[in-house]
């Protein structure tokens, strides 16, 4: 209630062997149009926030430097990368990480893919995608 609007991504994702270097991770993405003030970075009009988590991981590495949203807005054909970056949402795990895209208002079409640096381990996740607007 009172939460933002918010497009969970098609698909899980996976990382084999990222959780004790033996078990699977399951990878959620979410997509959160502003303006928002969470998740962190936040967001202003205009903009879309990115999540994503890696499941049963120990937390985010401070550094990281792999997980990106590649976007594009089908009503302005504006495209970006956006890197995912440790901001600080779930500091005792699992592993997520965050970053902000000037999108532009209409229809976005996103794919997040790359590495996750868990404190334990680098995990790498397959593409997942979603369509979603920006109002």
């Given at each position: 209630e009172e939460g933002p609007n918010f497009k969970q991504f098609y698909w899980p994702t996976v990382s084999g062997k990222c959780i004790g270097g033996q078990g699977d991770s399951v990878g959620s993405a979410i997509a959160v149009p502003g303006p928002t003030k969470i998740p962190a970075p936040g967001a202003r009009s205009g903009q879309t926030a990115f999540v994503f988590t890696a499941l049963g991981t120990s937390p985010a590495a401070k550094k990281q430097g792999g997980m990106n949203v590649q976007w594009a807005n089908l009503n302005t054909m504006k495209t970006g990368v956006t890197p995912l970056r440790n901001n600080g949402i779930n500091p005792d795990g699992p592993a997520t990480v965050s970053g902000t895209a000037s999108t532009g208002k209409g229809t976005i079409v996103a794919m997040v893919s790359g590495t996750v640096n868990t404190q334990e381990k680098p995990c790498?996740?397959?593409?997942?995608?979603?369509?979603?607007?920006v109002k």
């Amino acid at each position: 209630e009172e939460g933002p609007n918010f497009k969970q991504f098609y698909w899980p994702t996976v990382s084999g062997k990222c959780i004790g270097g033996q078990g699977d991770s399951v990878g959620s993405a979410i997509a959160v149009p502003g303006p928002t003030k969470i998740p962190a970075p936040g967001a202003r009009s205009g903009q879309t926030a990115f999540v994503f988590t890696a499941l049963g991981t120990s937390p985010a590495a401070k550094k990281q430097g792999g997980m990106n949203v590649q976007w594009a807005n089908l009503n302005t054909m504006k495209t970006g990368v956006t890197p995912l970056r440790n901001n600080g949402i779930n500091p005792d795990g699992p592993a997520t990480v965050s970053g902000t895209a000037s999108t532009g208002k209409g229809t976005i079409v996103a794919m997040v893919s790359g590495t996750v640096n868990t404190q334990e381990k680098p995990c790498n996740f397959v593409p997942t995608v979603a369509i979603f607007e920006v109002k």
